[in-house]
């Protein structure tokens, strides 16, 4: 059993500086993987930014501390926040085996790899500069600091673009490659398990429909608008039966709701709105692909819940989850998908359904945190 101290102070996307309060934390990416490790025998402690914690007290299985940030208009909380406070914790806490990290270019990552070095692992999900102020404080850090001053502790890409990327300027970038991971466990409660200890017991998922689903905030760059026209050709092409789900809301809801009467599809594309986990994923897992048309994102943990759930996925090849998508054929990776794309997902549904099923343990948050803990072995031995 080992202790693990996981900084991540921003657990959700906000896209304005105004973060919209939750009241849980218990469906954000980073605390999925703090119970694969706590699956796994370990102590987990969770460090997040104060912007971040839940509206509701609630009760975790592990350590949760979240710490004050400041200088805000420097150090914005929705994409860089400063915490204080976590150069002095680390100091007065050495019992931590291993420090996880969430991204180089970040003042929470310098100060472990500066504190902590031989016990820092930095996970790291960018490809490419940090857009802020026109790239240059991402081209600075990246060459000075991460260069220089972080060049001691081990890198965990969450992607192979991210690899190929951070490799330029640090050495220690593992050949180990580990995504998001899902709580499948948490998966098994939604849907029910079958079987016996003699023939094996498997997760139940619903039967396939005749339907689509999009999980996304409902915003300009996640092009849902390109998702509702496509699907309109689609329609048209003979699958008057086929219905299209939207998880989510934002700014361009209304917008999108007009394109929908435009076409004539009010009773083919149903708004769902906001749903938590226990009410979206029954709804992807009950669909023969979820659809994603983003311009800008890197990891999306929407892709790998729809996959943990055995449905494919249609996407562009922005998200880094393109390019395991395309090796393992778990759906369609290809830019200006059309409905060629959908026919083609619902013709072969089987066989990409079986691979992802075949895929999910992989992104198991347990499976995850095993990997984390192979890397850390490997850097004791290097």
């Given at each position: 059993?080992?202790?693990?101290?996981?900084?991540?102070?921003?657990?959700?996307?906000?896209?304005?500086?105004?973060?919209?309060?939750?009241?849980?934390?218990?469906?954000?990416?980073?605390?999925?993987?703090?119970?694969?490790?706590?699956?796994?025998?370990?102590?987990?402690?969770?460090?997040?930014?104060?912007?971040?914690?839940?509206?509701?007290?609630?009760?975790?299985?592990?350590?949760?501390?979240?710490?004050?940030?400041?200088?805000?208009?420097?150090?914005?909380?929705?994409?860089?926040?400063?915490?204080?406070?976590?150069?002095?914790?680390?100091?007065?806490?050495?019992?931590?085996?291993?420090?996880?990290?969430?991204?180089?270019?970040?003042?929470?990552?310098?100060?472990?790899?500066?504190?902590?070095p031989d016990k820092t692992i930095v996970w790291h999900e960018l490809a490419a500069h940090n857009n802020m102020l026109h790239r240059i404080p991402s081209v600075i850090w990246y060459n000075?600091?991460?260069?220089?001053?972080?060049?001691?502790?081990?890198?965990?890409?969450?992607?192979?673009?991210?690899?190929?990327?951070?490799?330029?300027?640090?050495?220690?970038?593992?050949?180990?490659?580990?995504?998001?991971?899902?709580?499948?466990?948490?998966?098994?409660?939604?849907?029910?398990?079958?079987?016996?200890?003699?023939?094996?017991?498997?997760?139940?998922?619903?039967?396939?429909?005749?339907?689509?689903?999009?999980?996304?905030?409902?915003?300009?760059?996640?092009?849902?608008?390109?998702?509702?026209?496509?699907?309109?050709?689609?329609?048209?092409?003979?699958?008057?039966?086929?219905?299209?789900?939207?998880?989510?809301?934002?700014?361009?809801?209304?917008?999108?709701?007009?394109?929908?009467?435009?076409?004539?599809?009010?009773?083919?594309?149903?708004?769902?709105?906001?749903?938590?986990?226990?009410?979206?994923?029954?709804?992807?897992?009950?669909?023969?692909?979820?659809?994603?048309?983003?311009?800008?994102?890197?990891?999306?943990?929407?892709?790998?819940?729809?996959?943990a759930v055995g449905t494919p996925v249609v996407t562009t090849s922005v998200p880094y989850n393109a390019a395991y998508i395309r090796r393992e054929q778990l759906g369609i990776a290809e830019?200006?998908?059309?409905?060629?794309?959908?026919?083609?997902?619902?013709?072969?549904?089987?066989?990409?359904?079986?691979?992802?099923?075949?895929?999910?343990?992989?992104?198991?948050?347990?499976?995850?945190?095993?990997?984390?803990?192979?890397?850390?072995?490997?850097?004791?031995?290097?």
């Open positions: 059993m080992s202790s693990v101290l996981i900084i991540n102070p921003i657990l959700y996307t906000s896209e304005t500086n105004k973060i919209p309060r939750t009241d849980s934390i218990k469906d954000t990416m980073i605390y999925a993987l703090c119970m694969g490790f706590v699956r796994n025998g370990h102590n987990v402690t969770l460090i997040a930014a104060q912007d971040y914690a839940p509206v509701r007290e609630e009760s975790y299985p592990f350590e949760v501390i979240f710490m004050r940030t400041v200088w805000h208009r420097i150090f914005m909380p929705r994409c860089f926040p400063y915490m204080p406070g976590l150069r002095s914790y680390l100091r007065r806490h050495r019992e931590y085996d291993m420090v996880i990290a969430s991204e180089i270019f970040a003042p929470w990552s310098y100060t472990a790899a500066r504190v902590c000075t600091v991460a260069r220089c001053l972080m060049r001691k502790v081990r890198v965990v890409p969450r992607s192979e673009a991210a690899a190929a990327f951070v490799r330029q300027f640090m050495r220690r970038v593992s050949d180990t490659v580990i995504d998001h991971g899902v709580n499948l466990e948490k998966l098994d409660t939604i849907f029910g398990r079958e079987g016996t200890q003699e023939t094996g017991v498997k997760t139940v998922l619903p039967e396939k429909k005749k339907q689509f689903a999009v999980v996304s905030q409902l915003i300009g760059r996640k092009r849902i608008d390109r998702i509702i026209e496509v699907f309109a050709e689609f329609v048209q092409k003979g699958y008057e039966e086929y219905k299209l789900y939207i998880i989510g809301s934002g700014e361009k809801e209304e917008q999108l709701r007009m394109l929908v009467q435009e076409k004539q599809l009010q009773d083919r594309i149903v708004f769902c709105g906001q749903m938590t986990h226990a009410q979206l994923l029954p709804v992807v897992a009950g669909s023969e692909a979820l659809l994603v048309y983003t311009s800008k994102d890197n990891n999306m943990v929407s892709i790998v819940e729809s996959i830019d200006d998908w059309t409905e060629e794309a959908l026919i083609k997902i619902v013709e072969d549904n089987g066989l990409y359904r079986q691979n992802c099923l075949r895929y999910r343990r992989k992104l198991s948050n347990t499976f995850c945190a095993e990997r984390f803990m192979d890397v850390r072995a490997s850097s004791e031995g290097s």
